[in-house]
């Protein structure tokens, strides 16, 4: 809902042209028409006088701009700056489709502006900007430092702020300013692999809705569908809002979710005790209709959606066993069939043939990979009804359905919108092609029968490439490290204990849990980065007698107090020392037991959401590492404030 404050001013539509000829007393109202460029409608270019200003997708035309604004928040001096942004337009001989890109890093460097709280100090005077671009950098660091933004973001925040700066002020303001702050460098955090057992999770959830989904629209079943996640079962039915899960509790009063049916009329008069019985009674006929047709028609409106679920969570499945780049991806043409041989380095593998733009492209996928493939393929046949499409993978438009090329904004709007927080944790990053392949790539490197020409070729590139991008050790350091650590990974489930019960028996308390058996260290891997010992309590978390009680408030915030401190260290170290390498080793053990923890249990994942908030957001930690972030500090290490964000990954 947009706040009734928000209103769409009426604006003037002008050519390049015009720009060109006249001068306008109100710049604020400008709309540029480039009917030259790859925009459809005019571009609102004076919207950015207003420091509160939201896009409607929905108000899109000519006539009209999309932006709603609060007359109130206008900025004078932001009207000067137009002014100087059109001279710089009118006398810098562009293209009109450079132009919109142009407008557009504009517009972004004054979204980051007023996100930051700082619309009212930029533009008013010389010294108020630099103050403003001071603080925003300072900001920035900050964000590199906890890991919210990569340098290279930073670096283009820095680039687009800097560019209105020269518009403003001009090239000898510009200077000065930049060149007494920060200068961020890009290239500085290359993409990081996913965990494998992160992976995993999101690998078998796409595939229960894929196939679970395909199963019911395939087969004509009737909804409400029963679809079986990896560890719980949830019912879909005509109306999308309605969605229960352990991560998400939107309900539909009209519906019975834990029986999978309509509610009665005496069980929807108990939920809505605030409205009349006969209009609870429409309600529910309305919605007894609705089911019944749907049950009628096997191509209604909400199986259509239902279907463009299951193409979405088989595309991701996609990306995932492949590595493939989304843009590869829209690309492959399928005419029906597809070729298959068995794959000449592994047995289990099958080399999977299409063509793309004239060329033949090949994928190794695992013979059970092979399998859910076909179950695709059936569903796309469902899908396009005998009407003919070209690429393998599609899209649907939003209101006519019929198929369109897939895109990186629909597969992560996707995942952003219809699978975290409703069918995954709320937390759980966005997956990419370049962690999939990332991943991918350590896990072959590891393998001692595969070489890397072999690797290499499996992800497309040279092996320089892979050497450069993908392997951040030598091939023996990766084969040594990478498989104590996925060991670690799969290892680690087993030191969490989900009855209640198990806190009664004697063990014993530690610092980062609970101990079986106290003063009888063990290693529970082979080669622990940290070995085991009774008098420190870093690597009680490699030893085979650790335990935390996954329903056990106490043991998750021991947990996160140890993250606090394992990321302040990580933050205060040089990358090139050995410590930091333990450290990380350690932060991705705790972080394995805290996701264990959160998926599989209801009163963890509630445990989980407030330590992590309690330790990150307002430094509460147990006393144990309380008083071992004081002896840290007293060496001169600096904890900040916030180590972590709102957003950190568990």
Known sequence: MID????????????????????????????????????????????????????????????????????????????????????????????ESSLSGLISKVRLAFNRIDSFGLSDLFFNSIEETAEAYQRLTFKLKHQININEITSDQALNTQVSIGFIILIGHGKVTFDHIIENNIKFRGGGNPTQPREIIELRYAYETYKSLGLGLTDGLVNAKKLPLLIEM??????????????????????????????????????????????????????????????KETNKNMRAKCRRALAATAMQSFQMIFLMITGAYINEMKEIDFDGAFESDKSLNQKSYQVVKFRSNGRVIQYELAHGAVKLF???????????????????????????WNP????????????????????????????????????????????????????????????????AHYMEVSPERAQEELTNFWDSAREAANHISFDDEDCNKGHISTASGHCVEYQQPKAAIDSPPIQPDCRTQYGCLFCTHYICHANDETDVHKLFSLLYIITGVLNATAETTKARELFLMLSSRVRQILIQVKMKSKAGYENVDV????????????????????????????????????????
């Open 4 to 95: 009734s404050d928000y209103i769409q001013r009426k604006t003037i539509t002008v050519t390049l042209q015009e720009l060109i000829d006249k001068e306008f007393l109100h710049p604020e109202l400008l709309r540029l028409y480039l009917p030259n460029s790859d925009k459809k409608y005019p571009i609102d270019i004076g919207v950015i006088a207003y420091a509160k200003r939201k896009y409607v997708h929905s108000l899109v035309s000519y006539e009209n701009t999309s932006h709603l604004v609060v007359l109130d928040s206008f900025i004078h001096s932001r009207r000067g700056f137009i002014n100087n942004f059109i001279d710089y337009i009118v006398t810098g001989g562009y293209r």
């Open 230 to 291: 990896p560890d719980y079962q949830t019912y879909f039915f005509p109306y999308a809002s309605h969605r229960i899960t352990p991560y998400c509790q939107r309900s539909s009063d009209v519906y019975n979710h834990q029986e999978g049916r309509l509610v009665t009329i005496e069980e929807y008069c108990f939920k809505r005790p605030d409205k009349n019985k006969w209009e609870l009674y429409s309600n529910l006929s309305r919605s007894t209709d609705i089911l």
């Open 374 to 400: 076909e179950r695709y393929l059936i569903l796309r046949n469902w899908v396009l009804n005998g009407d003919p499409f070209e690429k393998l993978f599609f899209g649907f438009k939003s209101k006519s």
């Open 404 to 467: 369109c090329s897939v895109t990186p904004e629909a597969i992560r709007s996707f995942q952003r919108k219809k699978v975290i927080g409703i069918f995954m944790p709320d937390d759980f990053d966005m997956l990419t092609s370049r962690q999939f392949r990332k991943t991918k790539s350590l896990f072959l490197h590891e393998q001692p029968e595969v070489s890397k020409k072999t690797v290499a070729r499996v992800l497309g590139h040279s092996e320089k490439t892979n050497e």
């Open 611 to 650: 330590y992590r908030d309690k330790v990150f957001q307002h430094g509460e930690l147990t006393p144990y590492w309380e008083n071992r972030l004081q002896r840290y500090e007293s060496l001169g290490l600096i904890f900040t404030e916030n180590q972590g964000s709102e957003n950190y990954e568990i």
